[in-house]
């Protein structure tokens, strides 16, 4: 069992930046590739980022590349997400998710935080 606790969200001026952060409980965090997923009013939940077990190897959706950054930090239970120059459309509840396999794939993470909310204002 994985426990995941997101952090960081908030309200934000369009150009701006925001920093996610995901704690996780437990001694197996190491073991789980991690990923981002959003969800905006009326859309369905669509994967953001992903980082591979030991952070070797990180994917992104092509809506947010170049401008966000996931990383992870297995001694302390955390994986990232820096945001920048954030956009209106960027705003949703962002979740964090863990999954043995690197996917982008919602269905295949096993593990969910609770969300947390990201506003950008125009």
């Known amino acids: 069992q994985v426990q995941l606790v997101e952090s960081g969200g908030g309200l934000v001026q369009a150009g701006g930046s925001l920093r996610l952060s995901c704690a996780a409980s437990?001694?197996?965090?190491?073991?789980?590739?991690m990923g981002w997923f959003r969800q905006a009013p009326g859309k369905e939940r669509e994967f953001v980022a992903a980082?591979?077990?030991?952070?070797?190897?990180?994917y992104y959706a092509d809506s947010v590349k170049g401008r966000f950054t996931i990383s992870r930090d297995n001694a302390k239970n955390t994986v990232y997400l820096q945001m920048n120059s954030l956009r209106p459309e960027d705003r949703a509840v962002y979740y964090c998710a863990a999954s043995y396999y690197v996917t982008h794939t919602s269905g295949t993470y096993n593990y969910w935080g609770q969300g947390t909310q990201v506003t950008v204002s125009s």
């Open positions: 980082i591979s077990r030991s952070g070797g190897n990180t």
């Open positions: 437990g001694r197996t965090f190491s073991s789980y590739a």
